[in-house]
């Protein structure tokens, strides 16, 4: 994405409106998102994959992530951060991206969002640089109170705990046994904060002993003609989709469960810690042609 300043004082003046002596001081940018499992777009209402090990289709239940510190990256290699206007979808530091497009095989409704919109200083930008998560001054807030887009129940995560960063749940062709060989239908991946401690209610503050937000950098990136991708397939690369060995349903985050190493490994985030392991960029997100 390229935005010359003299050409566009050269436009303004070529309309006959005086240029002045002040340059346009910012420009937008619209930072869209698309799910893939591998090149194929994913939706609700059919099967997608194959995906897992052993490989298996599956249908999509829900797709939704929270992103904050998002900045472009400029020809230096310094990351500019976006201004976020609030809207239904963000407010600033916070944005929700909401991949599920409803539908009987769905967990939310067909509303979705797939674009951030935000402004930064006009200049020449190359890369794109996010984290997956909350600010932790706005996680610990009542989901009933706080404005939109933290006000979204089905990302609640209790009301001490935050919110869920991602959640991506998907319902595996033939269902999930659980150890004791009970079968359940759909298969949880929630991330977020956990071990936290405070009660926000009384005015503490909340500490998380492992934060689990998730810093994704793209170095090529034009939001002109790319999207973010969030790939399930790579997502779900060594996780066993059609079986849970124990805890919560799939993965939530919890440190002992024995379906999370495999995801956070893939993820780049420690489950002892809760800080991301791998500096750079985990396979999950990549830059995607769109236009
Ligand atoms: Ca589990």
Same mark, same amino acid.
């Given at each position: 994405?390229?935005?010359? +300043?003299?050409?566009?004082?050269? !436009? ?48 999509? $239940?829900?797709? %939704? ?51 951030? %919109? ?91 002993? $492992?934060?689990?937000?998730? #810093?994704?950098? !793209? ?5 002109? $003609? ?6 399930? /397939?790579? +997502?779900?690369?060594?996780?066993? !989709? ?15 469960? #024995? ?11 420690? +489950? /002892? ?8 960029? #985990?396979?999950?997100? %990549? ?5």
């Amino acid at each position: 994405m390229r935005l010359s +300043l003299p050409a566009l004082c050269g !436009l303004a003046l070529a309309t006959l409106t005086a240029c002045g002596t002040t340059p346009p001081q910012t420009q937008t940018v619209e930072i869209a998102f698309t799910l893939r499992a591998g090149t194929a777009p994913v939706y609700c209402g059919g099967p997608f994959g194959p995906l897992g090990t052993p490989a298996v289709t599956a249908t999509l $239940r829900d797709a %939704r992530l929270y992103v904050q510190d998002i900045a472009l990256i400029d020809t230096t290699g310094t990351a500019v951060p976006v201004t976020l206007p609030a809207n239904d979808w963000q407010q600033p530091g916070v944005a929700l991206i909401d991949l599920e497009t409803g539908g009987p095989d769905c967990a939310g409704t067909a509303a979705t969002n797939p674009v951030i %919109r935000g402004t930064l200083p006009a200049r020449t930008y190359s890369g794109l640089r996010f984290t997956v998560g909350v600010p932790e001054t706005l996680n610990h807030t009542s989901v009933e109170v706080t404005p939109a887009p933290l006000d979204v129940v089905a990302m609640n995560w209790s009301w001490q705990a935050g919110r869920k960063f991602m959640k991506v749940e998907v319902t595996p062709t033939g269902g999930v046994t659980k150890p004791d060989g009970a079968k359940t239908a759909t298969w949880f991946l929630h991330l977020g904060s956990t071990d936290c401690t405070g009660n926000p209610a009384q005015g503490g503050a909340v500490t998380c002993q $492992r934060p689990n937000r998730l #810093p994704v950098t !793209l170095p090529a990136f034009d939001p002109a $003609r790319q999207a973010v991708a969030l790939d399930l /397939t790579a +997502l779900f690369t060594g996780t066993d !989709l059609t079986r849970d060995q124990g805890g919560a349903v799939g993965c939530m985050s919890g440190p002992t469960d #024995p379906d999370c190493p495999a995801v956070f490994g893939t993820l780049g985030l420690s +489950l /002892t810690n809760g800080q991301p392991v791998t500096p750079g960029q #985990p396979p999950v997100f %990549r830059a995607v042609d769109v236009r």
